[in-house]
């Protein structure tokens, strides 16, 4: 259980265009979907909080308009990189949040396999 | 000062040996600790949650020091296979509404060597 896909795999691009990134939970339901950005030999960066059916949050230092978040279903949240450009290159992964506030009172996140963006 | 830190390594083991790294974190009221495995170029996999208690799973176990806030990981008898980044994962708050992003340590480079 509790696996989360994430399309496509790897992108290159022109500099300029736009990029859609989908991540999905395959298997269970997620009102909280998370982005994150990860840089050669860096650690993860959480970019944007996904919220289904509302706005994203973003994190400081994030341009909301160039990294679009829609999170339209309780399985679906996409990251539209908007005109592109190289320093936009980077390793993107969502998760997706299961969240238990039963006996166990867990909160884990699953991460997406990843998408590799280049763009040229 | 980071919000998490770890010693990157890369820490060189024998295959057999018994491997601990630790990791500390800056935020007191942080609720939930977590030990990632991320192979080279792949996301990040959970290994385990820790718990305040100390929790033990195979050949893992993590620890957790509230009082001084730091966690650890131990691996016993260690295997090829556990040659792997190993990250320290802080969540600041717990079942909270709005931006609960999980906080990455850069992670511990472990080599298990034949």
């Known amino acids: 259980g509790a696996v989360v896909s994430q399309h496509p795999s790897w992108v290159i691009c022109k500099s300029g265009t736009s990029v859609k990134i989908e991540c999905r939970s395959l298997?269970?339901?997620?009102?909280?979907m998370f982005w994150y950005r990860q840089f050669p030999k860096q650690s993860l960066m959480l970019m944007a909080t996904s919220n289904e059916g509302s706005k994203a949050t973003y994190e400081q230092g994030v341009e909301k308009d160039k990294f679009l978040i829609n999170h339209a279903s309780l399985t679906l949240s996409t990251l539209t990189v908007t005109s592109a450009h190289p320093e936009d290159s980077s390793f993107y992964i969502c998760?997706?949040?299961?969240?238990?506030?039963?006996?166990?009172?867990?909160?884990?996140?699953?991460f997406g396999p990843g998408t590799r963006l280049t763009v040229l | 000062r980071k919000e998490v830190e770890q010693d990157p390594g890369p820490f060189n083991v024998p295959e057999g040996a018994t491997v601990a790294f630790n990791c500390t974190y800056s935020n007191s009221a942080s609720q939930s600790f977590f030990w990632y495995r991320q192979d080279c170029r792949k996301e990040p996999k959970l290994l385990m949650s820790v718990y305040s208690s100390g929790n033990e799973d195979g050949r893992f176990t993590a620890q957790l020091n509230r009082a001084s806030q730091y966690i650890s990981l131990l691996i016993r008898d260690s295997k090829l296979s556990d040659s792997a980044t190993y990250l320290c994962v802080v969540n600041p708050s717990y079942g909270g509404g709005g931006a609960d992003g999980l906080t990455f340590g850069k992670g511990t480079h472990l080599i298990i060597q034949p």
């Open positions: 298997d269970f339901q997620a009102t909280t």
């Open positions: 998760s997706a949040r299961i969240l238990d506030r039963g006996f166990l009172g867990t909160d884990t996140q699953y």
